[in-house]
């Protein structure tokens, strides 16, 4: 008799657990939040000077997260990198605690611009995401304390 109430009781668990990963799954890919969310993104990458653009965010059913028409756009006004589609796999449970850790990242229909630096001849793509006219005094500011 008790075995039977504590599978009872973990098969409520398990179906309220599937019930809340389809509705937190659905509201994710409903229209309105897709733009919300693609706003946000957009607005984070803009506030951070970074040359990203992002048409649309997802959260795909096996937990990955999915992207499509990404653009890294230099400055110029020439697109760097183009990804028809994004599709990485991220670890939850760091997030939580603002720590981004990938697992995997796929590209799909990806084209893809690399100028190399005229001096040195290596490929010149961390200079697309540097900050002109910025000094480096705000990194090397110690604070003291935990």
């Known amino acids: 008799m008790l075995l039977n109430r504590i599978v009872k009781v973990f098969k409520i668990i398990l179906l309220s657990l599937a019930i809340l990963f389809a509705s937190v799954l659905a509201a994710v890919n409903l229209p309105v939040s897709q733009r919300l969310i693609t706003e946000k993104a957009n607005g ?73 630096d005229s001096l040195t001849g290596s490929p010149d793509i961390v200079s697309m995401f540097s900050q002109t006219g910025n000094t480096r005094e705000k990194d090397t500011i110690r604070k003291s304390g935990k």
């Open 44 to 116: 984070f990458f803009r506030d951070r000077n970074l040359p990203v653009q992002v048409d649309r965010i997802a959260l795909l059913v096996n937990g990955k997260i999915g992207l499509s028409q990404v653009q890294i756009i230099k400055n110029s006004g020439d697109t760097v990198v183009f990804a028809g589609q994004i599709r990485s796999s991220i670890r939850f449970i760091p997030l939580i605690f603002k720590k981004l850790k990938v697992k995997s990242i796929t590209l799909s229909d990806a084209l893809v611009k690399i100028t190399s």
